[in-house]
């Protein structure tokens, strides 16, 4: 998970203590469906065979990974994050599953690649981490758009808002109490933990998102929703 390391939310410190303990953070926020939501994810990565993919926020390299042992075919892949701490689980996993990827420390608001140097971008469960109340929203946004060629995809798969009032109401009970206490005692970031349940309970709708990546100029936005509309899965096209 990735964000300027100057901005004045605390997510530069967060995503540096928690990664001892985040990947089993997020079996607990998704009940262990946000491996079956990845692997969509990475299944629309991969749908056009692009030749290069970028993996933003990649943290722990978990999609970076999955897109690496799903493709039958050649593509390079490469994860970008802020968080040296999460790129050394993301390489280890890597070595564990003999995939050439590479993962490099960089910055989402100033990204180090050329103009149209990627054929799609994906990012599992950090986006939220990029645009919500981030002074920096817009320059990811910006950046994102201008890393990908002509024609190029960017698939985003985050938590989202439940149609339905009800689910909506439980889904937020629980990443305010049971996400949040167990992570606070699994990890001991009490404050990593406080802001996942602020971020996802008032994080965008479906259409929210969509309209915000169209307005960033993506000329064609679909979205699917997954578990009663607890998280979408978000498909932009340049």
Request: aromatic share 14%; hydrophobic share 45%.
């Amino acid at each position: 998970m990735s964000t300027q390391p100057g901005n004045p939310r605390p997510l530069y410190k967060i995503f540096n203590d928690v990664p001892p303990h985040y990947d089993i953070i997020n079996r607990v926020f998704t009940g262990g469906m946000d491996k079956k939501w990845r692997l969509l994810a990475a299944g629309e990565c991969l749908a056009d065979k692009p030749k290069q993919v970028l993996d933003l926020a990649c943290g722990t390299g978990d999609l970076a990974v999955t897109m690496a042992e799903m493709a039958d075919y050649p593509v390079e892949i490469t994860g970008l994050d802020f968080s040296e701490p999460m790129l050394e689980i993301a390489r280890w996993k890597a070595g564990i599953a003999e995939k050439e990827i590479k993962f490099i420390e960089g910055d989402a608001a100033n990204l180090p690649f050329p103009d149209a140097y990627f054929d799609c971008a994906g990012i599992s469960f950090a986006f939220r981490n990029l645009t919500y109340r981030n002074p920096n929203a817009a320059k990811h946004l910006a950046e994102v758009f201008r890393v990908l060629r002509p024609g190029g995809k960017f698939v985003i798969v985050e938590s989202s808002q439940p149609k339905n009032w009800f689910i909506r109401q439980f889904a937020h009970l629980y990443v305010r109490t049971f996400v949040y206490w167990m992570g606070w005692w699994v990890s001991g970031n009490r404050g990593a933990y406080r802001y996942l349940g602020l971020s996802a309970a008032n994080y965008y709708t479906p259409e929210a998102l969509q309209e915000l990546l169209l307005n960033t100029g993506f000329g064609k936005v679909s979205y699917r929703r997954l578990f009663f509309g607890a998280a979408a899965l978000h498909t932009a096209i340049k």
